[in-house]
């Protein structure tokens, strides 16, 4: 079945430091991609997407690339700040599944003054 | 303002005991999903619902249910709370059916089972 593994955490940077969580996935059809966020005490809100092969997703400073050849959709962001600081969860879904989607187990990120 | 409301937004049971969960949008979204969400598993799904009446099991569903009797509710039932499912649920809603739709989701409600 679908699946989609993200790089384990927790991760720690300093303010402006570059970030990358890494996200790899495993599909039968050509899935969406999303990168979902998690701020303390919340629900999830959509942070960016990608629907189609090399279309890139971007919000807030963060960019993802839909990588079919390597089944990858890494988040990116040049310069964190502190309010950065949530849990990032990267997510597929199918067309065949019709909005099911399917989680990675989520990367709790830490920026640091 | 639309929005998607969890009711309670913690709670305490017991083993054994029935629990239901509340969740209603203002939205007017016909999909709505029910995942937990565990440490080392991101979020599951557990059932869903593309419309009044309409229901679908995901991918963890044995000990709970759900029913859609209109567009706005759709509550989450533990029928024999186990402390197995002690959890964070989430409820999240969506326009239409397409893979690439955003999910909008409600602030989680955490339950302890005892």
């Known amino acids: 079945g679908d699946s989609v593994t993200q790089m384990e955490g927790p991760v720690t940077l300093s303010e402006e430091a570059f970030l990358t969580i890494n996200c790899t996935y495993t599909?039968?059809?050509?899935?969406?991609l999303f990168w979902y966020v998690q701020y303390p005490g919340e629900g999830l809100q959509l942070l960016l997407k990608?629907?189609?092969?090399?279309d890139k997703g971007s919000n807030k400073g963060f960019e993802a690339t839909y990588r079919k050849e390597t089944t990858s959709f890494h988040l990116e962001k040049g310069s964190v700040q502190v309010s950065d600081s949530a849990v990032y969860f990267c997510?597929?879904?199918?067309?065949?599944?019709?909005?099911?989607?399917?989680f990675g187990q989520g990367t709790r990120l830490t920026i640091n003054p | 303002d639309a929005e998607i409301t969890q009711s309670p937004r913690h709670k305490i049971t017991e083993t054994g005991r029935q629990v239901t969960l509340a969740c209603h949008q203002t939205?007017?979204?016909?999909?709505m999903f029910w995942y937990r969400q565990d440490l080392g598993h991101g979020l599951r799904l557990i059932h869903y619902?593309?419309?009044?009446?309409?229901?679908n099991k995901g991918e963890v569903s044995d000990g709970y249910s759900v029913s859609r009797s209109n567009t706005e509710d759709l509550p989450l039932t533990l029928e024999s709370a186990a402390s197995s499912q002690t959890s964070v649920y989430f409820c999240?809603?969506?326009?239409?059916?397409?893979?690439?739709?955003?999910?909008?989701f409600g602030p989680g409600t955490r339950l302890t089972v005892l």
């Open positions: 999240a809603s969506s326009e239409t059916a397409e893979s690439y739709n955003e999910q909008f």
């Open positions: 599909a039968t059809g050509y899935p969406s």
């Open positions: 990608a629907t189609k092969a090399d």
């Open positions: 997510a597929l879904s199918d067309i065949q599944g019709a909005q099911k989607l399917v």
């Open positions: 939205w007017n979204h016909n999909n």
């Open positions: 619902s593309y419309g009044v009446h309409d229901t």
